[in-house]
C-alpha cells in the first residue's frame, strides 16, 4: 500500500528513493532519529526557521504529503537545534518554532495513521509550547494531542482535554483577537466530534452550534483556520460518525467544495461525503466522489486509509462490474485487485 511506503519512506523503515530526498544527509535524518537525538543539525536562524515552518504548513494545506515528508527530519532537527541553543531572551520564541515544526509533523503522522509516532511528536509539541508561553501554539499543540488520544480509543481523555484546552484558551486570552477566537472555534469542533465518537450525539451538536456561533460572532477571515465554511464541513463529519448517512448526504449538499479555499479541508469534505454515500448504499455515487478527490487531491486519495479501505469494499464482487473503472482506479492508488 502506497500509504505504508510513504510512512516508511518519512520515517527511514525503507530507502526508497521515490519518497526520500536525494541529499544523503537529509536522507538519514528521520523523525525517530531526531527524536531520540540521533541526528542532530546546524542551528539557523529564526527568521529562515519561521520561512521554512510556513512551507511545511503550505504542504499540508495543500496534501502535498509526500514532499512534506521529505522536509520534516531535517525541519525538526534545525527547530531543535535552534531551541537547545538559543539565548534566554530568544529561549521562548524558539520553543514557540520548535511546537509548531513538531505540531506540523504530528498532523501529517495522523494523517497516515501512524499513530505510534504521532505520541511522540504530539506530547514533543505540547512539552515546547508550555515553554513557549504562547497561548496559541499550547491550545494547537493540545487539540493535536487530543485527536491522537482519540483515534488511539481513549476519547474520554481526549474529550476532557479539549474541553479544558478551550476553557484556558478563554482564560488566558478572553478570546479578543480572530485568531483566538478562531482557535476557540476550531477546539469546539474537535470536541464535537469527538462526542460524535462517543456516541454522545446531543453534545456534539452542542458543541458544533457553540462553535458556529463563536466564530459567526467573531467574524473570522477567511485565511484563519477555521470559518463557518469549515464547521459546515463539520457537520457533514459529524452526521456520518453518528451513522445519520442521509443527513450526511444532505449536509453535503449544502457545501461547494470549490468555496473551500484550503486542499486540506477541500479533502476532508471528499472524504465525508463519499464515506456517507457508501453509508447510504449508493456506491456509483460514492465511487465518482472517490474519483473527485482523486482529482482535487491526489495524495489524499492515494496515502490515506479511508480511501485504501473503501476501494477495497467497492471492489466487491457485487461492484466490481457496476463500476466501470474501478480496477484501474485501484491500481492507480495501490490497491490490490
Same mark, same amino acid.
Given at each position: 500500500? !502506497?500509504r505504508r511506503d510513504l510512512i516508511a519512506g518519512t520515517l527511514g523503515l525503507t530507502a526508497s528513493a521515490a519518497?526520500?530526498?536525494?541529499?544523503?544527509a537529509a536522507m538519514a535524518s528521520t523523525v525517530e532519529d531526531v527524536i531520540f537525538g540521533r541526528v542532530t543539525? *546546524?542551528?539557523?536562524? /529564526?527568521?529562515?526557521?519561521?520561512?521554512?515552518?510556513?512551507?511545511?504548513?503550505?504542504?499540508?494545506?495543500?496534501?502535498? $504529503?509526500?514532499?512534506?515528508?521529505?522536509?520534516?527530519?531535517? +525541519?525538526?532537527?534545525?527547530?531543535?537545534?535552534?531551541? *537547545?541553543?538559543?539565548?534566554?531572551?530568544?529561549?521562548?520564541?524558539?520553543?514557540?518554532?520548535?511546537?509548531?515544526?513538531?505540531?506540523?509533523?504530528?498532523? +501529517?503522522?495522523?494523517?497516515?495513521?501512524?499513530? /505510534?509516532?504521532?505520541?511522540?511528536?504530539?506530547?514533543?509539541?505540547?512539552?515546547?509550547?508550555?515553554?513557549?508561553?504562547?497561548?496559541?501554539?499550547?491550545?494547537?499543540?493540545?487539540?493535536?494531542?487530543?485527536?491522537?488520544? !482519540?483515534?488511539?480509543?481513549?476519547?474520554?481523555?481526549?474529550?476532557?482535554?479539549?474541553?479544558?484546552?478551550?476553557?484556558?484558551?478563554?482564560? *488566558?486570552?478572553?478570546?479578543?483577537?480572530?485568531?483566538?477566537?478562531?482557535? $476557540? /472555534?476550531?477546539?469546539?469542533?474537535?470536541?464535537?466530534?469527538?462526542?460524535?465518537?462517543?456516541?454522545?450525539?446531543?453534545?456534539?451538536?452542542?458543541?458544533?452550534?457553540?462553535?458556529?456561533?463563536?466564530?459567526?460572532? =467573531?467574524?473570522?477571515? *477567511?485565511?484563519?483556520?477555521?470559518?463557518?465554511?469549515?464547521?459546515?464541513?463539520?457537520?457533514?463529519?459529524?452526521?456520518?460518525?453518528?451513522?445519520? $448517512?442521509?443527513?450526511?448526504?444532505?449536509?453535503?449538499?449544502?457545501?461547494?467544495? &470549490?468555496?473551500?479555499? =484550503?486542499?486540506?479541508?477541500?479533502? !476532508?469534505?471528499?472524504?465525508?461525503?463519499?464515506?456517507?454515500?457508501?453509508?447510504? /448504499?449508493?456506491?456509483?455515487?460514492?465511487?465518482?466522489? +472517490?474519483?473527485? &478527490?482523486?482529482?482535487?487531491?491526489?495524495?489524499?486519495? !492515494?496515502?490515506?486509509?479511508?480511501?485504501?479501505?473503501?476501494?477495497?469494499? +467497492?471492489?466487491? &464482487?457485487?461492484?466490481?462490474?457496476?463500476?466501470?473503472?474501478?480496477?484501474?482506479?485501484?491500481?492507480?492508488?495501490?490497491?490490490?485487485?
Amino acid at each position: 500500500m !502506497r500509504r505504508r511506503d510513504l510512512i516508511a519512506g518519512t520515517l527511514g523503515l525503507t530507502a526508497s528513493a521515490a519518497l526520500l530526498p536525494t541529499d544523503a544527509a537529509a536522507m538519514a535524518s528521520t523523525v525517530e532519529d531526531v527524536i531520540f537525538g540521533r541526528v542532530t543539525a *546546524d542551528p539557523i536562524s /529564526g527568521q529562515r526557521l519561521g520561512a521554512q515552518l510556513a512551507a511545511a504548513r503550505a504542504d499540508f494545506r495543500a496534501c502535498r $504529503y509526500s514532499q512534506l515528508a521529505r522536509r520534516l527530519p531535517r +525541519l525538526l532537527a534545525q527547530a531543535t537545534a535552534a531551541r *537547545d541553543q538559543a539565548s534566554i531572551d530568544d529561549l521562548e520564541q524558539a520553543a514557540g518554532r520548535l511546537a509548531q515544526a513538531y505540531s506540523v509533523a504530528t498532523q +501529517l503522522l495522523i494523517k497516515l495513521h501512524d499513530d /505510534g509516532m504521532a505520541w511522540s511528536t504530539s506530547d514533543r509539541a505540547v512539552q515546547a509550547a508550555r515553554a513557549s508561553g504562547d497561548p496559541l501554539a499550547i491550545a494547537e499543540a493540545t487539540r493535536l494531542a487530543a485527536t491522537v488520544l !482519540r483515534r488511539t480509543h481513549h476519547r474520554d481523555g481526549a474529550q476532557r482535554l479539549i474541553l479544558r484546552a478551550a476553557q484556558q484558551l478563554d482564560a *488566558d486570552t478572553g478570546l479578543t483577537a480572530p485568531q483566538h477566537t478562531a482557535m $476557540y /472555534g476550531q477546539l469546539l469542533a474537535v470536541a464535537s466530534y469527538t462526542a460524535a465518537m462517543r456516541d454522545d450525539r446531543d453534545t456534539a451538536w452542542a458543541l458544533l452550534t457553540e462553535a458556529n456561533d463563536a466564530v459567526r460572532r =467573531a467574524d473570522i477571515p *477567511d485565511n484563519e483556520r477555521i470559518t463557518p465554511l469549515d464547521l459546515a464541513v463539520y457537520k457533514i463529519s459529524i452526521a456520518r460518525v453518528l451513522g445519520d $448517512y442521509g443527513s450526511a448526504v444532505d449536509y453535503a449538499k449544502q457545501v461547494d467544495p &470549490a468555496r473551500i479555499a =484550503a486542499p486540506e479541508r477541500r479533502a !476532508r469534505y471528499w472524504e465525508d461525503t463519499t464515506l456517507a454515500l457508501h453509508g447510504r /448504499g449508493r456506491p456509483e455515487a460514492a465511487f465518482q466522489a +472517490l474519483l473527485a &478527490a482523486e482529482r482535487d487531491t491526489p495524495q489524499e486519495v !492515494r496515502y490515506r486509509p479511508w480511501a485504501q479501505n473503501l476501494t477495497h469494499d +467497492l471492489l466487491s &464482487a457485487g461492484n466490481r462490474n457496476a463500476l466501470p473503472g474501478i480496477r484501474e482506479f485501484a491500481t492507480r492508488i495501490g490497491v490490490e485487485t
